[in-house]
């Protein structure tokens, strides 16, 4: 656990008061007052360390694209990371739009391959970013088949599971268009998405160069964003339903990862769409 004589050598200020917010997996969130600031501090140990690593690198990605805001980074260290505290309030049309008109600002970064000069995590997950120049085997080699091989050996699939997950895969180059890669945020779902008093902002990125269609495939598994992001996103190119048609085929891999972290209830929806596809 930090102590408050080592935050308050971090932040360069003497601490009024530390409040543990969450504590698992190695790692703790800490809201930190200092001299009339508030500061979100995380520290953590273990595979922790390289999680918070990670993080610092995605951070620092996104604010160097201009596009998408995230929280101003304060300074970080081994296993510790400081950030500006950031008050959250209701989520306005304008802020919802803002947020759109953002991440398709972010998605026009593009790379020449797919992947990331380090491996990163999704949740507490692993997340492989070995570069590819094709972005079907990119899916296949570091996204679906880690989570396929961790979930059969964990007994969460069946053979006839495995059967079908492995047609679909093979009907992948047939079923997702040839796209550039993008940065793209990674893990985008409504807990990862603030809306502070001067806009939205973006956390715990699981940042690599991708499809920008994944990423906003995220945003449609856990209940759909506000129809204006939606709208702001599209407006300088693109169609929602083509996106629509497809989307859900970019979530089983996140389905597999919450199948992998959380248990049998990811089960259902991931083979719902496996089984929709894989004929």
């Known amino acids: 656990m930090l102590s408050e004589k080592s935050i308050g050598t971090l932040l360069g200020r003497e601490v009024?008061?530390?409040?543990?917010?969450?504590?698992?997996?190695?790692?703790?969130?800490?809201?930190?007052?200092?001299?009339?600031?508030?500061?979100?501090?995380?520290?953590?140990?273990?595979?922790?360390?390289?999680?918070?690593?990670?993080?610092?690198?995605?951070l620092h990605r996104i604010e160097s694209t201009r596009s998408v805001r995230v929280p101003k980074l304060i300074?970080?260290?081994?296993?510790?990371?400081?950030?500006?505290?950031?008050?959250?309030?209701?989520?306005?049309?304008?802020?919802?739009?803002?947020?759109?008109?953002?991440?398709a600002k972010l998605h026009s970064t593009g790379h020449g391959r797919y992947g990331f000069e380090m491996d990163g995590f999704c949740g507490n997950s692993v997340q492989r970013n070995q570069w590819k120049d094709d972005g079907i085997d990119f899916f296949i080699s570091q996204r679906i088949e880690p989570q396929v091989k961790m979930a059969r050996d964990r007994g969460l699939l069946s053979r006839g599971n495995l059967s079908r997950i492995n047609t679909l895969v093979s009907r992948l180059p047939t079923l997702i268009p040839e796209q550039r890669p993008v940065l793209v945020h990674g893990d985008l779902w409504s807990g990862n998405v603030l809306f502070g008093a001067s806009g939205p902002l973006v956390i715990d990125p699981a940042i690599h160069y991708g499809w920008a269609?994944?990423?906003?495939?995220?945003?449609?598994?856990f209940g759909s964003f506000h129809r204006d992001f939606y709208a702001a996103y599209?407006?300088?190119?693109?169609h929602w339903a083509e996106f629509e048609q497809r989307k859900d085929l970019y979530n089983c891999y996140h389905l597999l990862n919450h199948l992998n972290l959380f248990g049998t209830a990811y089960h259902k929806p991931l083979m719902a769409i496996v089984r929709r596809f894989a004929h």
């Open 75 to 103: 300074a970080s260290e081994e296993g510790v990371l400081a950030m500006e505290w950031i008050d959250e309030t209701a989520p306005t049309a304008r802020a919802w739009r803002t947020l759109g008109e953002s991440l």
């Open 234 to 238: 599209f407006s300088g190119g693109g």
């Open 213 to 221: 269609e994944a990423d906003l495939a995220m945003t449609c598994l």
């Open 16 to 58: 009024d008061s530390i409040d543990l917010l969450n504590g698992q997996a190695g790692k703790r969130i800490y809201r930190v007052r200092a001299r009339g600031r508030q500061y979100c501090i995380k520290s953590g140990s273990g595979a922790a360390v390289d999680m918070l690593a990670y993080e610092a690198t995605g």
